[in-house]
């Protein structure tokens, strides 16, 4: 297993969770790293990536400005901190590290 999540649960609207993803150092040290989610009868989407050294990062529009993602090259591992949640970012997030590496998903529902 190269790509491990975790930090999902039930929030409510307007909490905030972190999500953590730990890599393999063969994956980690190379390659961007992002977050992607899915939600039921949805296409998983991109929500934000983090360059390798963590230099530049790259949000959707949807949480633009309430999540943040981080890298800690240290400990070879990802976060994305989402705050202000909402129903609609419930979906399971996945850990994705270039070019198509992926974890199993953690499982984020926002609902009061």
């Known amino acids: 297993v190269q790509l491990v999540e975790s930090g999902g649960g039930l929030a409510q609207p307007g909490g905030s969770l972190r999500l953590s993803c730990a890599a393999s150092?063969?994956?980690?040290?190379?390659?961007?790293m992002g977050w992607y989610r899915q939600a039921p009868g949805n296409e998983r989407e991109l929500v934000a990536t983090i360059t390798t050294r963590g230099g530049s990062t790259y949000y959707a529009g949807s949480v633009k400005g309430r999540f943040t993602i981080s890298r800690d090259n240290a400990k070879n591992m990802v976060y994305l901190q989402m705050s202000s949640l909402k129903p609609e970012d419930t979906a399971v997030y996945y850990c994705w590290a270039w070019p198509s590496a992926w974890g199993q998903g953690t499982q984020v529902t926002v609902s009061s």
């Open positions: 150092r063969s994956i980690f040290s190379r390659n961007s």
